[in-house]
C-alpha cells in the first residue's frame, strides 16, 4: 500500500448550496492522504449542483453527478458504493454537505484502521463529532461508548453517524457481493452492521474530527434521547401506526439473506432470532429483557423495551 492511501469520500447532496463549499474545501484540504471526492446530487432544486460542479471544472479528483430522479438520502449513498470502480480504493468515507472536516480527519482514521494490521478484515472506524448550534458546540457520540459492549444496539437504533466513518476496502467487498432492491433501514445502519457482524469496529469516542452545522434541515440532527421530545414521539407514533413494516428486523432478515456467510459465529443466532422476533410473545419477551442492546437514557431504553413487546421493531 502506498504511503498516501486512496480514499473514496462519498458525498449525497440536497439542497445544500448554502454550505457546501465550505465542506468540499475541508474536504480536499485532508492531509496524508489522497482523496477522491465523489458527488452525487439527488435532484436539488437550488444551486448545489452549480457549485459542485464549479469545483470539479478546477478539480480533477473531484467527481459530480446528478440523480435522474430523487432516490432519497440512504439509497443515494448506497448507490455510490455500488458503482464500477468503486471497490479500487484502499479506504471510504461519506460525507454530508453542511459539516466541515478537520484536515486530520481521515488520516486519523486510516492510521487506527491500519493499526490493526490485517487488511483482509472489513474494519469500521468511527469518531466523535462536534455539533455547532450558533455559539453552541457540544460532542455527541461520547456518550454511546457503552454501546460497544451490547453489539445488538444497532438493531434497534444506530448511534454511528455515517459522517464520522471510515472504513476499509474488505468491508466494501463484502457489501458488494450483495445488493437487496431497497435498503429499509439508512446507508450508515448498514454499514454499520457490517462492520459489527462481519469485521471489526474501531470506537474512538474520545476524538472529533468534524463539527456539524445544526441547521434545522439536517436529514439527520443531533440524537435526541429524551422519548419526549418531538422526533421520537414520531418516530414512536409511526412505529405503532405501521407496525406490520417492521423495518429493523425487515433489513436484519435482508441482512441475514446476503450476508450469512461473512457473519461471525458469535452473532448468527442474536440476528437469526432478532429477524422473527415477532412472531412469538416469548421472543418478544426475550428480546425486551435482553442486554444485547443498550442506550444511555434509561427513558429511551424504556422505550425500545415496550416497542420490542408490542412487536413494533
Not at 435532484?43 to 440523480?67: F, M, W
Not at 444497532?154 to 476496502?169: A, D, H, K, S, T
Request: proline share 4%; charged share 25%; with cysteine.
Amino acid at each position: 500500500m502506498s504511503e498516501r492511501p486512496r480514499v473514496l469520500v462519498m458525498m449525497a447532496t440536497y439542497r445544500g448550496e448554502r454550505w457546501v463549499g465550505e465542506q468540499i474545501e475541508s474536504i480536499l484540504a485532508q492531509e496524508g492522504v489522497d482523496v477522491t471526492l465523489r458527488i452525487c446530487d439527488d435532484q436539488s432544486p437550488d444551486g448545489t449542483l452549480t457549485v459542485c460542479e464549479s469545483y470539479a471544472k478546477s478539480h480533477p479528483n473531484v467527481i459530480v453527478t446528478r440523480n435522474a430522479k430523487n432516490f432519497g438520502v440512504g439509497d443515494n449513498f448506497m448507490q455510490m458504493l455500488y458503482e464500477d470502480g468503486a471497490d479500487s480504493y484502499d479506504y471510504y468515507a461519506f460525507s454530508d454537505q453542511d459539516d466541515v472536516w478537520m484536515p486530520n480527519k481521515l488520516r486519523a482514521g486510516v492510521d487506527a484502521i491500519q493499526a490493526q494490521h490485517n487488511d483482509k478484515e472489513p474494519i469500521l472506524y468511527y469518531s466523535d463529532l462536534i455539533n455547532v448550534e450558533g455559539d453552541k458546540e457540544t460532542r455527541e457520540l461520547y456518550q454511546f461508548a457503552e454501546c460497544e459492549n451490547h453489539p445488538g444496539t444497532v438493531l434497534l437504533r444506530n448511534y454511528i453517524n455515517g459522517c464520522v466513518m471510515v472504513f476499509n476496502r474488505a468491508l466494501v467487498q463484502v457489501v458488494r457481493s450483495y445488493r437487496p432492491e431497497h435498503f429499509p433501514r439508512i446507508h450508515d445502519v448498514w454499514i454499520h452492521m457490517v462492520g459489527r457482524f462481519c469485521g471489526t469496529v474501531i470506537a474512538d469516542t474520545e476524538h472529533a474530527y468534524m463539527k456539524r452545522r445544526i441547521t434545522g434541515q439536517n436529514v439527520v440532527g443531533k440524537t435526541t434521547l429524551n422519548p419526549k421530545s418531538p422526533s421520537e414521539v414520531m418516530k414512536l407514533l409511526k412505529l405503532a401506526v405501521k407496525p406490520h413494516e417492521r423495518v429493523n428486523s425487515t433489513a436484519t432478515q435482508l441482512f441475514l439473506k446476503g450476508y450469512e456467510d461473512y457473519v461471525k459465529p458469535e452473532y448468527l443466532e442474536m440476528l437469526g432470532s432478532f429477524s422473527h422476533y415477532y412472531e412469538s410473545l416469548d421472543s418478544r419477551i426475550r428480546f425486551s429483557g435482553s442486554d444485547c442492546y443498550w442506550l444511555p437514557s434509561p427513558e429511551a431504553l424504556l422505550r425500545i423495551k415496550v416497542g420490542l413487546l408490542m412487536g413494533f421493531y
